[in-house]
């Protein structure tokens, strides 16, 4: 049977370098789905992730991910996503921290964390320390909270909007409204009573409107 997504090729003995490799930074390591994620400390993560650049060809941090646990007494963990070219070979790298304790930036290492840290700081609340532009980059100017942790509430907060009616942007509380999601649950063979944009296409020429000619009608 095909693989439902696309296979990462194994590397033989991969966990056992990068232990010898990063030392007391290893924490622990596991493999699921022929995927393999490394913790380590959270001090030394921009040295683990130097050493898994320059040492084992890990050459592109492809992404950063953060993830929140409100049960855990480090509840947040940052996860970086790491590809090695010449070796056709991916790892994850994660670190956990929680809201006190800042994670070292690793923009020394892969400049592409740069906005990858902005993201998770103004999702999570995580901070990187060493950033020298850790702003918010997804939500609005004056935002207050970080809508990606699980006790994020959804109400009584404000939203940003352009008002075409005041020419400029305002802010208002936020509002869960439900309007797409008024069925009018009618039968498709029967059609709906309203029109979309291009239904006028559909609807019968005028009375007295000229039709057009047929091609054997055409003089040449």
Known sequence: MASPAPLVPAREGIVDAVRAAIGDAFLSAREEVDEISIDVARARIADVLRTLRDSLDYQQLMEMAGVDYPERAERFEVVYHLLSVTKNHRLRVRVSTDEENPVPTVTGVYPVAGWLEREIFDMYGV?????????????????????????????????????????????????????????????PWEGAEYYLPGDEKGQPEAPGAPSPLKADEIRK
């Open 127 to 187: 901070v990187f320390e060493g950033n020298k532009d850790l702003r918010r980059i997804l939500t609005d100017y004056g935002f207050r909270g970080h809508p990606q942790r699980k006790d994020f509430p959804l109400t009584g907060y404000v939203e940003l909007r352009y008002s075409e009616e005041e020419k400029r942007v305002v802010y208002e509380p936020v509002q869960l409204s439900q309007d797409f999601r008024t069925f009018d649950f009618l039968s």
